[in-house]
């Protein structure tokens, strides 16, 4: 048994007909001409919405229920409207019964299909030939407004530098419900960037600029590359192509993009249409895709945008195959200004952007539904008391959840939660940057979650007073070193942040070296307490020089450092460190954010009494009020397995401003006291050896961990 076996589990419950006093009914042989009676149902969703505008109108005083039967409805993307609105006592609902498929595309007939043939099949390799379809969707009325061009990705790319490069959302593919990959070399590996030949007008080219002065900068020189030699041969028998991108991490690992690019095979060199704004270093992974000439496996697709003809190679016979195009620009569905809504027992996606957008809406209600095959997020959220519960979101584009509720002027609570859900496989086309949970604002909760399998992290956040957790989070950050698995950074005003009984586990692979809980450059006002922290490739905890940081009753095995606590922004003032640029000019952004927020008011004094106090006299950096000091922090009373020579990093300068003590390192798990550890069970014995240097450690609540 391993340690998931004693967490909590999820146990769906089916969905029945909803008590509503109106009830209107969908499916798919129904009529829009109906009533939309259960006997007499309209056929399209959009048609129930119209109707329950009439229905809210006539009785506003009245919960109304809209029933969709099982079946696939393609829409362009549904609107739920303010008119639509529900309240406290007349709800709405929107429910399915049965498979009910909410899809942002188009499904293309399997007779719409032929085996390709001329010119394009020789290109081809042999394998391939037999097994390569292709449809005319000229001949079903999709052109390019339809699926539009290819689009550069990535969080940091620099589209908006450029006066001619759009930025959007692309059109997939996609077969059986899953994803098809658009035909790409290598398959399932990256190539390295061989030498730089100029690494382009970015961000880190020395002497360094400002950010804000070269982010003002328009058309800079992208770059120019080489590919290794081996990688040159290949290439030179693709056919031309003005439509041939690479992605990959040029720079840094937490920084992806893709680009068009122009590839000269006789001379090896790849020259991109946009800068890669942290530069490019030998050595580093990309790939080439939307190439035509390797379409060789299965579950592979190209889309020659020029002519329409889409080519597929399913992953069944073409008879068996249900192949979906994302069309949608808009999300699947988008609440906007709109309350006590309920969406239940939906698959919602295929769509280009967001699987649901919520938008200046409240009480909004994501239950039990699956949210996957999207190009954006699972789901957005912006409002206050709102909930997604009990779903299961994958295979996004993009992140997971995203909310953004709360007033932080005034700092009142979101109230928003993440609750019981399953999101996994997330960030597929995005890879940094893209979490499973993301909150913004104040006051949100994300609890009970199961997060795994993403290249990145699994929770970010940013603004006050959130609450993370009871959730497990495995298997994450496995393509980037410098991330972690819940991380929040850069804010000395982000406060009030409570990480609290997670399991953390198998953070980072391969080399990829992460930390499980991060926090950033000097964000303040942290607590970590009763989380297990078992393999992170770097540091199970980082405190990256903030104050008001409490690391405590935490259990970290099996980390290369266990607990880092440095003084990084202390020292860009004192000794000129790397971190100068945040902290040293007058105008940099520690200052900015520091004065965005009314930090000096009543209620934040209150709230976060060190913070009011907070000093930026550049003059007296070793008083305990200066900002860059890592000030007031405590980490004290955690239990740590490692049996490498430092367990911890603690700088110098830290212990002038905060205390870390009886933090307990036992070279074994065996030493520890747990009850089980080779089956997986890590609560403590009632007499655990641990418990005699740290008496009143508190149980870790594993059985309430996880989903419930």
């Known amino acids: 048994m391993a340690i998931k076996d004693y967490l909590s589990h999820f ?58 039967n099982e079946g696939t409805y393609q829409t362009r993307g549904l609107q739920i409207t303010k008119e639509m609105s529900g309240s406290t006592n007349a709800p709405v609902t929107i429910y399915g019964k049965g498979y009910v498929h909410i899809s942002g595309g188009i499904t293309i007939d399997k007779n719409d299909f032929k085996k390709v043939a001329g010119d394009v099949k020789q290109r081809l390799s042999t394998k391939a030939r037999s097994h390569v379809y292709v449809a005319d969707l000229k001949k079903m009325g999709i ?56 690494e382009g007008e970015n961000y880190m080219r020395e002497p360094r600029e400002i950010f804000a002065v070269w982010s003002k900068r328009r058309n800079p020189f992208p770059g120019i590359y080489k590919m290794e030699e081996k990688d040159r041969k290949h290439i030179s028998k693709w056919a031309p192509s003005n439509d041939i991108w690479m992605a990959g991490y040029p720079g840094i690992d937490w920084a992806d993009l893709s680009a068009r690019v122009k590839i000269d095979p006789n001379e090896g060199t790849i020259r991109p249409e946009l800068v890669s704004r942290y530069g490019a270093k030998k050595g580093t992974p990309y790939h080439f895709f939307n190439v035509l000439d390797e379409l060789n496996a299965p579950g592979e697709w190209y889309l020659d945008r020029d002519n329409a003809l889409l080519y597929v190679w399913p992953t069944t016979s073409i008879d068996d195959a249900i192949i979906e195009l994302s069309l949608s620009e808009k999300a699947v569905i988008t609440i906007s200004d709109t309350s006590y809504i309920t969406l239940e027992g939906l698959d919602v996606g295929c769509g280009r952007v967001d699987g649901i957008s919520i938008e200046n809406s409240s009480y909004i209600n994501v239950i039990r539904s699956e949210i996957s095959n999207v190009g954006g997020n699972g789901v957005t959220i912006v409002g ?50 893209y979490p499973g949970v993301a909150l913004y604002g104040v006051g949100n909760i994300c609890s009970h979650n199961e997060i795994h399998n993403a290249p990145h992290m699994a929770v970010y956040y940013s603004g006050n007073d959130h609450v993370i957790e009871y959730n497990y989070i495995h298997e994450m950050v496995l393509r980037s070193s410098d991330a972690g698995a819940i991380y929040g950074g ?18 980072g692979a391969g080399k990829y070296k992460p930390t499980a809980i991060y926090w950033d450059d000097a964000i303040s006002g942290q607590t970590a307490y009763g989380n297990f922290i078992m393999g992170a490739g770097d540091n199970g905890i980082k405190l990256g020089g903030g104050r008001d940081l ?54 934040w004094a209150d709230r976060y009494p060190h913070l009011a106090r907070i000093s930026e006299d550049r003059n007296n ?88």
């Open 384 to 433: 206050d008391h709102n909930m997604v519960r009990e779903c299961e979101i994958h295979h996004t584009g993009k992140g997971g959840v995203h909310i953004t509720g709360g007033n932080r002027e005034t700092l009142t609570p979101g109230a928003c939660m993440v609750d019981n859900n399953h999101i996994h496989d997330f960030a597929i086309i995005h890879l940094t940057m």
């Open 550 to 603: 409490s690391a405590k009753y935490n259990i970290i095995i099996n980390t290369t450092e266990p607990i880092h606590f440095d003084d990084r922004l202390r020292e860009a003032v004192i000794k000129n460190g790397w971190a100068r640029e945040v902290i040293v000019p007058e105008n940099s952004v520690m200052w900015q954010y520091l004065h965005a927020v009314p930090f000096k008011s009543q209620v």
């Open 143 to 198: 052109g390019i407004d339809d699926y539009g061009p290819l689009f550069p990705i990535g969080w940091f790319q620099t589209t908006d530098m450029y006066d001619n490069i759009k930025q959007g959302n692309a059109c997939e593919c996609f077969c059986n419900g899953s994803r098809m990959t658009l035909a790409r070399y290598p398959k399932d590996s990256e190539l390295s960037l061989g030498e730089i030949i100029d």
């Open 621 to 708: 950096v070793d008083s305990i009020e200066f900002a860059g000091n890592p000030s007031y922090g405590d980490v004290e009373n955690n239990i740590i397995v490692h049996d490498g020579k430092r367990s911890m990093m603690v700088t110098k300068d830290v212990l002038l401003f905060s205390k870390v003590e009886n933090n307990p390192v036992f070279k074994t798990i065996d030493e520890v006291g747990f009850v089980n550890p080779a089956d997986g069970n890590y609560n403590l014995k009632s007499d655990a050896p641990v418990l005699r240097k740290i008496p009143d450690f508190p149980n870790i609540p594993f059985a309430s961990i996880g989903q419930y």
């Open 11 to 68: 146990h769906p419950t089916n969905i029945g007909e909803v008590d509503a006093d109106i009830q209107l009914y969908v499916s798919k042989i129904g009529d829009d001409n109906n009533p939309g009676t259960e006997t007499k149902p309209f056929l399209t969703i959009e048609r129930s919405l119209i109707e329950l505008i009439n229905v809210r109108k006539s009785s506003p005083n009245s919960s109304v229920s809209i029933c969709i």
């Open 490 to 507: 850069r804010d000395w005003t982000m406060c009030g942040i409570v990480v609290r009984y997670n399991v953390l586990e198998n953070i």
